[in-house]
């Protein structure tokens, strides 16, 4: 089972920013693709933005235009979040798609504890 650790959510006003980090742990040969969910009280998780080992990357219409996501490391994933809105208040699930371990076992998706982002009037 991999370890995904979130860190950078926290409390700012609407219009500020925030950075989200996530490190996969374990002896990891690849990691196809990583990403971010939320999920706010009353509504359904979403797919938030999602990047690929070859740099594709996806967002929800949402945060288009002021997200961007970015793997510094195979290992490794940022959101960068800007004009950030009230709407945008949830927990952030890390997530990790197609990782395979230097032993040969796959596991097809894994996610994070979550780190909460609130944004203020």
């Known amino acids: 089972q991999v370890q995904l650790v979130e860190s950078g959510g926290g409390l700012v006003q609407a219009g500020g920013s925030l950075r989200l980090s996530c490190a996969a742990s374990g002896s990891i040969f690849s990691i196809n693709a990583m990403g971010w969910y939320r999920q706010a009280p009353g509504k359904q998780r979403e797919l938030v933005a999602r990047?690929?080992?070859?740099?594709?990357t996806n967002y929800a219409d949402s945060v288009k235009g002021r997200f961007a996501i970015s793997r510094d490391t195979k290992n490794t994933v940022n959101l960068q979040m800007n004009s950030l809105k009230p709407e945008d208040t949830a927990v952030y699930y890390c997530?990790?798609?197609?990782?395979?371990?230097?032993?040969?076992?796959?596991?097809?998706?894994?996610w994070g504890q979550g780190t909460q982002v609130t944004v203020s009037s």
């Open positions: 997530y990790a798609e197609g990782v395979t371990y230097v032993s040969g076992t796959y596991l097809p998706n894994s």
């Open positions: 990047i690929t080992s070859g740099g594709g």
